[in-house]
């Protein structure tokens, strides 16, 4: 505290000073037994107006002094965006078809549950993207700006979001399909979720995969036809072979096939037909028919003796 003193004089002249120490500086100071260097500090620091506090417990020191050094590195939580909706989708395949399920949820907690009803066979990958893509067209019709996209299936988040590649051509065409329609949101992101925190849209899903009834308050959808154009190198949507071509009815009547032409070389014998005329070409003639006139026996004429 003297060296202190003497080198910050005009300091210790012009603030009041208060020293925190574990050593009862006060007592030591005010002493008036003091004497030696002791007295002399005394007298040098009494010029000033110094008060001495003692340290409280070093723990509770260290962690004050901690937060006064580092006061500039406190990190604050971001407060959550109250503009962003948030949509939950999930795709299902059943042996009584695909369905999907999308949950829309605003900002101050309403919800909007939509079922989709797929109907073309196709994998369960293609019913998650056919419910991720209407989910985003039915958020841009009811003019959300800022939307986080909530998905269990690995495959089509990271593919949307730009993680993964997508090897199958279909998945390709989806994945575009994806991001040209995140482009008209100011903020789209796409996050995965567990099975568990997805049981909203899952429950939607099977509903639309197994036909069941609509719950009320619930809007149905129906898909004829995939959001892309399906690839022929691809098995992930069965695309017929010729689908424009028309099926054949067995309960219609067939037309009557054409008669067949003669062929002038080969013979076609037709005993009910008539005879070819004299001169034509044949290959087999006819044996000579007796003339009724010159070989016929007439019965008036008188028979003859030998």
């Not at 989708?89 to 695909?98: A, V």
């Not at 959300?144 to 993680?163: E, T």
């Not at 003639?285 to 030998?306: F, H, R």
Request: aromatic fraction near 8%; charged fraction near 20%.
């Amino acid at each position: 505290m003297y060296m202190a003193a003497k080198k910050l004089k005009h300091y210790f002249q012009e603030h009041p000073i208060k020293v925190v120490a574990t050593a009862p500086l006060a007592e030591i100071i005010g002493s008036k037994d003091a004497n030696g260097r002791v007295a002399k500090w005394a007298l040098e620091l009494a010029a000033h107006s110094i008060q001495y506090e003692p340290r409280t417990a070093i723990k509770s020191q260290i962690l004050a002094d901690f937060f006064v050094d580092w006061a500039e590195m406190q990190y604050l939580p971001p407060v959550p965006d109250s503009t962003h909706w948030k949509m939950h989708f999930d795709g299902s395949k059943m042996r009584t078809g695909l369905g999907a399920g999308v949950v829309i949820t605003s900002p101050k907690g309403d919800r909007l549950d939509y079922v989709l009803q797929i109907h073309f066979a196709a994998s369960n990958n293609v019913a998650e993207y056919e419910a991720l893509i209407h989910g985003l067209k039915l958020a841009k019709e009811i003019g959300v700006r800022c939307i986080l996209c909530f998905g269990d299936s690995d495959l089509v988040i990271h593919q949307a979001s730009g993680d993964w590649d997508a090897k199958d051509a279909n998945m390709a065409s989806y994945r575009f399909h994806v991001q040209q329609l995140a482009r008209f949101f100011e903020g789209c992101e796409f996050h995965h979720v567990p099975r568990a925190n997805n049981e909203a849209a899952d429950a939607l899903s099977k509903i639309g995969s197994t036909r069941q009834a609509i719950p009320p308050g619930v809007a149905l959808q129906h898909l004829r036809k995939p959001s892309i154009t399906p690839s022929p190198d691809s098995d992930s949507i069965f695309v017929p072979a010729d689908p424009g071509a028309p099926q054949p009815n067995p309960g219609a009547s067939q037309p009557n096939p054409p008669a067949p032409q003669p062929n002038p070389g080969a013979s076609q014998p037709n005993p009910g037909a008539h005879q070819p005329k004299s001169g034509a070409y044949h290959p087999n003639p006819p044996a000579p028919q007796p003339n009724p006139a010159t070989t016929q026996s007439n019965p008036e004429a008188p028979k003859m003796e030998a």
